[in-house]
């Protein structure tokens, strides 16, 4: 089985989007092994650094893996003044951050 045209694009997207959402190829694999993957973590971690190929359907489920930790992962987003517990208008002091206290477990 050759590499399609596609696939090196393919694969240096997912590597990208692995790199950037810090999930492992533990964690990838764990959730395309789940999906009916049928590549190994061996063969997900060789496909990676492209030393072998993998056909389009094994290579989506793998995006699509990828896609869902992504989604699954909550965005961090910069509070708003008002958004500060314990801060009113004009509370803070130029430059002074407050940050709010993590909930108890």
Same mark, same amino acid.
């Given at each position: ?5 596609? @696939?090196? +694009?393919?694969?240096?997207? #997912?590597?990208?989007?692995? $790199? ?7 964690? !990838?694999? =764990? ?9 190994? @973590?061996? +063969?997900?971690?060789?496909? #990676?650094?492209?030393?072998? $190929? ?7 489920? !793998?995006? =699509? ?41």
């Amino acid at each position: 089985m050759g590499f399609d045209p596609h @696939e090196p +694009e393919q694969r240096s997207q #997912l590597k990208d989007a692995l $790199s950037a959402a810090d999930i492992t190829v533990g964690e !990838l694999w =764990l959730r395309y092994f789940s999906m009916s993957g049928s590549a190994g @973590e061996y +063969e997900v971690h060789a496909y #990676l650094q492209g030393l072998i $190929s993998l056909p389009v359907t094994q290579r989506d489920l !793998l995006a =699509l893996a990828c896609n869902e930790i992504i989604a699954e992962t909550p965005p961090t987003y910069a509070p708003y003044a008002d958004q500060i517990v314990g801060a009113e208008q004009d509370d803070v002091p130029s430059g002074e951050v407050r940050r709010r206290e993590a909930p108890p477990s």
